[in-house]
């Protein structure tokens, strides 16, 4: 499993120029009303520091792909993806989607991918309350 967003890598910057999580900020923005989201929800749902991600930001905005705004009365930047990075997300995205089916869901029957899926969303809730308890201690 470990491997998988190496591979990812490898074949999104082949085909798009872009590393996985480059796609995967670009993929968040494009899904959001108005193409934007606050730094910070953006790192969490990106599941990356706000500094990791805020040196992505700053290439994607020299790209052209992404800018940061702010919005009056809230505190907090936002990241807003360009018209230029949503046809960059929209270009890579059938690249990125084929990848995860060949390195991945080809492999494995149906009911495979069902308990997959299951035993992700368990994995993940089970990762999320170890970490709040850590953060607590």
């Known amino acids: ?3 998988i967003p190496g591979a990812l890598d490898t074949r999104l910057q082949r085909e798009s120029g872009l590393t996985h999580f480059e796609y995967r900020v670009l993929s968040l923005l494009s899904e ?5 989201l606050q730094l910070s929800d953006l790192a969490h749902k990106a599941n990356a520091s706000l500094s990791r991600l805020s040196h992505v930001v700053s290439k994607l905005e020299r790209l052209g792909w992404a800018r940061r705004d702010t919005t009056a009365g809230r505190r907090g930047v936002n990241a807003v993806l360009t ?3 949503f046809e960059t997300v929209l270009a890579a995205a059938p690249g990125y989607v084929d990848a995860v089916r060949r390195l ?3 492999s494995l029957e149906p009911g495979q991918i069902a308990q997959l899926a299951e035993l992700g969303e368990i994995v993940a809730a089970r990762l999320e309350t170890v970490l709040a308890e850590d953060c607590a201690t």
């Open 32 to 36: 959001e009303p108005g193409h934007r």
């Open 104 to 106: 991945v869901l080809d």
């Open 1 to 3: 499993m470990a491997r």
């Open 83 to 85: 018209d230029a990075g």
